[in-house]
């Protein structure tokens, strides 16, 4: 245990999660992409994430949260704690902090958006306008409210002065690793697929193309899934004749993922964006950022200038659009990436390492600690 650590309390969750496991033959609670698009699965999801259900149906639970606030507060008392971190999701956590946050004026309360709560593309909630004004109410406690891009930093219903910048970095261990030669020129993707708002049509038909005018032999060429939506992913193949160079893998461990991603030559990235909405940056462009392999980002929708920046700045890879005049441009720097594995066994690819390092946790952290140092001399 950290020295640091006093004492670790684990408090048990009863939400929708733990009954499916309960009644899951698998011992699983994930929900495959298919079932998630019937009307009563989108339902049901935005409602447990909607006031005043998510406080019964959430991640979580009301039995957690009454749980979850009784223990913080012997633990306060106990160790004369100051500081109170809580992360959405679950937005239960948001809850407790508040509750805390009223019983213990004290405490610097940092509340955290790994997502938005309330997302305008995804449409998420059964009453937005509601739930952001609930979402106000109960940040004007928190000291910080962080998130991961200034995109998302726009959209949270908190004071903008109150508002910092805490980044999915990249831990400092991910940096040491380096692309595999392959026998293959192979393209992977890892994680879940939203089809709704993510298109890989562009590409898919690109590499269809260059096999079927022989730019790309059909025996060089591999195509590989990790994640829980193999379903979506396999659709995408047969639809345009690539099932027999791809392999849907299915849910792996982390270290599988992160494993696969430097044993490929192209990592995929798709991602979305809307003038509602830009700046989704998940943990896992970072983890393709540090693979040692370029990715190939394509973003579904308006032009993301910080998704651009990340990648294109660091050396990462590229980004396009899910335009059609993208297309040429998709399937030169597919043969781009091909000319060199045939010559090396790797794509080439160059990461500017000292722009890396500003993505780093360590790097992170320390800007934060200064936020903090600054808002504690305010407070």
């Not at 509601?130 to 949270?156: E, F, P």
């Not at 909405?277 to 540090?290: A, D, H, P, V």
Request: charged share 20%; hydrophobic share 40%; proline share 4%.
């Amino acid at each position: 245990m950290h020295p640091n650590v006093q004492e670790i309390v684990t408090v048990p969750a009863w939400d929708w999660r733990t009954l499916r496991l309960q009644l899951s033959k698998n011992g699983s609670t994930v929900v495959n992409q298919r079932t998630k698009e019937t009307s009563w699965s989108q339902w049901l999801i935005r409602a447990q994430d909607s006031f005043p259900l998510s406080l019964l149906l959430g991640d979580g639970g009301l039995v957690y949260i009454i749980r979850a606030y009784w223990r913080a507060c012997r633990l306060i008392r106990k160790n004369s704690i100051h500081y109170l971190f809580s992360s959405y999701r679950p937005y239960a956590d948001h809850w407790v902090g508040y509750l805390l946050k009223l019983r213990f004026p004290h405490l610097f309360w940092i509340a955290d958006f790994r997502d938005l709560h309330v997302d305008p593309t995804r449409r998420n909630v059964l009453w937005p306008h509601l739930q952001n004004r609930i979402d106000q109410w109960l940040l004007r406690k928190a000291t910080i409210v962080t998130t991961v891009s200034q995109g998302l930093a726009d959209k949270l219903p908190a004071e903008p002065n109150r508002i910092h910048i805490l980044r999915n970095a990249i831990p400092k261990n991910l940096l040491e690793r380096r692309a595999k030669n392959t026998k293959k020129f192979t393209i992977t993707y890892t994680g879940a697929i939203y089809p709704a708002l993510q298109k890989a049509n562009l590409l898919l038909q690109a590499l269809s193309d260059l096999l079927s005018k022989q730019h790309l032999a059909p025996d060089h060429l591999q195509l590989i899934y990790l994640g829980k939506d193999g379903s979506v992913w396999d659709g995408w193949m047969q639809q345009y004749r690539l099932s027999s160079y791809s392999f849907n893998c299915g849910e792996l461990s982390r270290e599988s993922a992160l494993a696969q991603q430097s044993a490929s030559s192209i990592n995929l990235l798709l991602s979305w964006s809307s003038p509602e909405l830009t700046g989704i940056l998940t943990s896992k462009i970072y983890e393709y950022l540090s693979s040692g392999v370029p990715t190939l980002t394509i973003i579904n929708g308006s032009r993301d200038i910080e998704l651009e920046k990340l990648i294109e700045t660091t050396g990462g890879g590229r980004v396009f659009y899910s335009q059609p005049e993208q297309s040429r441009a998709i399937k030169q720097y597919l043969l781009e990436c091909y000319d060199e594995w045939k010559k090396k066994g790797v794509a080439d690819h160059e990461v500017n390492p000292q722009k890396l390092q500003e993505y780093t946790w360590p790097e992170q952290v320390k800007k934060f600690r200064n936020r903090l140092a600054l808002r504690t001399i305010m407070v």
